[in-house]
């Protein structure tokens, strides 16, 4: 229940207007830290959840393969520039993003990393390595401005925010590939 409390008390923080704005009006704090952080709720959320339902969770998600593929889902839709930029302008698109990360995207997201095989989980690792490497050459490349509502400038930060957090997921990979953790247990 802690948990819960602390995620909920974090979402109302994110969702107060000024917190909001403010971390909406830079392009990479809005993609890299609001909306991990909206994840992160979730996340919390997610064991309340499982404890007051788990039949749900363990019918719905349990080999853990629907949650991830819904984390990747919402996940992926919200890395696209269309959908940022309805975020700003459209107060329903803003409500669906406040809903959607951390129901949709932290709680399967928690729900599911634990029941997974390691093989699936590095999957999930490529995939988004994939995915940010190719959204970041997006942003950094782009003759056009991307989003209405951000400055090429900061399309071409958010590019290169992409192409560090998949360089630190590939440094993640080849340390976890050659590193024994039982040997630091």
């Not at 269309?82 to 990360?101: H, N, P, W």
Request: proline share 6%.
């Amino acid at each position: 229940m802690k948990q819960f409390l602390y995620g909920l008390l974090i979402l109302v923080f994110l969702a107060l207007p000024p917190v909001a704005n403010l971390m909406e009006s830079v392009m990479i704090i809005h993609m890299h830290m609001q909306m991990p952080f909206l994840i992160f709720t979730g996340f919390l959320f997610a064991r309340l959840f499982q404890q007051r339902f788990p039949p749900f969770f363990e019918k719905w998600n349990g080999n853990g393969i629907p949650g991830i593929i819904l984390f990747v889902m919402i996940v992926t839709y919200w890395t696209m520039p269309r959908s940022m930029d309805e975020a700003l302008t459209t107060q329903g698109m803003e409500v669906f993003k406040f809903i959607s990360l951390p129901i949709l995207a932290g709680v399967p997201l928690r729900d599911s990393w634990k029941k997974l095989k390691p093989i699936v989980k590095n999957i999930v690792f490529y995939f988004f390595i994939f995915v940010f490497f190719g959204m970041g050459w997006l942003y950094i490349d782009s003759p056009v401005q991307l989003c209405n509502n951000y400055l090429i400038i900061e399309q071409i930060t958010l590019g290169w925010g992409f192409i560090t957090t998949a360089i630190c997921m590939v440094i993640y990979l080849v340390y976890v590939a050659f590193v024994d953790p039982t040997k630091y247990e």
